[in-house]
């Protein structure tokens, strides 16, 4: 035959296998779960205790979120998935399989446990397929590319809609979509928003984890940007955690009957699935003595091995009855009386159960992601006042105001307000801790994480003024009255630009025309100085430092007597 008759009958096969298909009746392989009858029909699996396995993946599934999450549940219950070969001397016969991460993947993405009948999942791409190697080039398709979908002709282990649940759920909990609740302490990881570019804010981690802070980091990543805005975790978490409990305080009630609800019906099924691993041991023991029973006893060769392997189910039984008495120790049944009080207290103070040691950072995320959909925040000109806009899920929004914790005094809205208070109370005579306290008083709120102000920060504040925080300046006492061209000796030294022991010392000298007056109980000099005095007075500061030409400069322009 040539290539193109070749061709042109697989083609005819082909699409006699596809008219099967969308009529439903090509066979395809089952997944666990799953059994074919005599007739051939598809029914789920005769085994209570495997089709109760696959039922315990998909509640856990709906309860946690995670594939890893089904798979630490099913480890630490010593849960096994159900097989059955579809080949070799064991075909069709029930086994028992360690659970894997693929497995749990490749069963919750399967249309068939919801009722599905489905063929094209994985079409072949000629374009992959390498020479020689038959089974390349497979590749997965979505259900919008699916050739036949006939829904509702399978039983089914759970509905349509949570079929398509699950798949929407499996899609968010990659890390472009956001992920799952992580391990660390933010509340609204991959939930916030920057208000200013509109990108999602970073979480950042000091300290080992104890530090907490959110950045908008993507545009100084990618293009050197500077940095759009940023802001400490702590009081925002702590805005979010008091608006999700305000939320969750009308359902206190309903809480608490649908936890004691839950844990009874998750504690019933802990007990089935043991009840079913205890039967089928008991079963296991009766057949292998039944096969000790029916051998000839003089056939000791045959006789001794089935001896040993009733032996084997023997302990094996009653191994297991042994770890469900731990268990049933460990883990009654029923809740009791103090179960239920104490779950009806812990709904009553939600905040006490929010707060609760026992209380994971993940399952705060998880709740929070059950309730918000986003969070928008925007500081206001790189200052201590942020806006928060709160999305609930459901379309409500909350809009309100947060105040942040920055790095300097500059950076609040009313420094400058601050600044004035601080100075006036200091020339009033007031010391820096009495500074503090009043600050205090009046609300005003420092800069760092600390709610009130103290002394050593209202001193950092004074130097940074120019201002000794040692000690307050004297009361200001006026002058007497001034003859004309008079000046203190602080004053004139200020003009001529010299230290004030020096103007002192020329004063001393002679050099300087003066008097002494009274002023706030102490006696002070005023020194005369006209244009023509100053003049002399800096020609001298500037002259050199040698006695005979600093003699000469005062004797020309001529010396003054001072006056008391």
């Known amino acids: 035959m040539s290539e193109a008759e070749l061709h042109i009958l697989k083609q005819r096969l082909l699409e006699v296998k596809r008219a099967k298909a969308r009529r439903g009746e090509l066979k395809l392989r089952l997944p666990m779960g799953y059994h074919r009858d005599l007739s051939g029909a598809v029914i789920k699996d005769p085994d209570a205790q495997a089709r109760a396995v696959i039922e315990t993946i998909f509640t856990q599934f709906e309860r946690c979120g995670t594939i890893h999450g089904v798979l630490r549940y099913l480890v630490a219950h010593q849960l096994t998935l159900p097989y059955r070969p579809i080949s070799g001397a064991q075909t069709g016969q029930l086994q028992w399989r360690r659970p894997n991460r693929v497995t749990l993947s490749n069963l919750l993405h399967s249309p068939t446990y919801a009722g599905a009948y489905v063929y094209g999942r994985r079409p072949i791409d000629p374009r992959r397929r390498q020479p020689g190697r038959p089974a390349t080039g497979r590749t997965v398709a979505g259900p919008e590319q699916w050739e036949v979908l006939l829904q509702d ?48 804010m970073a979480t950042q981690y000091t300290n080992n984890g104890d530090g907490l802070r959110y950045v ?23 805005l979010i955690s008091e608006l999700v409990l305000s939320a969750l ?10 936890v004691a609800e839950d844990l009874e019906g998750e504690r019933a099924r802990h007990h089935a699935q043991w009840q079913q691993r205890l039967e089928r041991a008991h079963y296991a023991a009766e057949r292998a003595e039944r096969q000790y029973q029916a051998v000839e006893p003089e056939h000791r060769l045959v006789a001794r091995t089935l001896e040993q392997q009733w032996e084997a189910a023997l302990q094996a039984e009653e191994q297991l009855q042994g770890e469900y008495a731990r268990f049933r120790r460990q883990e009654p049944q029923t809740l009791s009386e103090v179960e239920r009080a104490r779950i009806r207290q812990l709904a009553a103070d939600i905040p006490a159960l929010w707060q609760a040691p026992s209380t994971t950072a993940a399952e705060r995320q998880a709740i929070v992601r059950q309730l918000i959909e986003r969070v928008i925040v925007t500081v206001i000109d790189d200052t201590e006042q942020v806006t928060v806009e709160v999305h609930w899920i459901g379309g409500h929004s909350t809009r309100t105001h947060l105040v942040r914790p920055v790095a300097r005094l500059e950076q609040l809205s009313d420094y400058p307000q601050l600044t004035a208070r601080v100075l006036s109370l200091h020339q009033e005579g007031h010391s820096c801790p009495d500074i503090a306290r009043q600050l205090n008083a009046e609300v005003w709120r420092p800069a760092k994480r600390r709610a009130t102000f103290t002394g050593p920060m209202v001193a950092s504040l004074l130097t940074r003024q120019g201002l000794s925080a040692g000690t307050p300046p004297p009361r200001q006492a006026p002058w007497p009255e001034r003859a004309a061209d008079e000046w203190a000796l602080p004053e004139l030294a200020r003009t001529l630009e010299m230290p004030p022991v020096t103007l002192f010392s020329w004063l001393r000298r002679g050099w300087l025309k003066g008097r002494q007056v009274e002023r706030a109980g102490r006696r002070q000099w005023l020194i005369w100085a006209d244009a023509a005095e100053l003049e002399r007075l800096r020609a001298q500061r500037h002259a050199p430092r040698h006695w005979a030409r600093t003699r000469l400069v005062a004797e020309g322009e001529g010396s003054a007597n001072n006056t008391d």
């Open 216 to 238: 908008c980091s993507r545009e100084s990543t990618d293009y050197a940007a500077p940095l759009c805005q940023s802001l400490s975790g702590a009081p925002l978490d702590a």
């Open 249 to 258: 305080e009308p359902a206190a009630l309903e809480i608490s009957l649908q």
């Open 153 to 200: 002709r399978l039983p089914a282990y759970i509905s349509w809609e949570q079929y398509e649940q699950h798949l929407r759920q499996l899609a968010a909990n990659t890390a472009q979509a956001g992920g799952v609740a992580r391990q660390g302490p933010s509340l609204l990881s991959v939930r916030l928003i920057c208000g200013r570019c509109g990108l999602r």
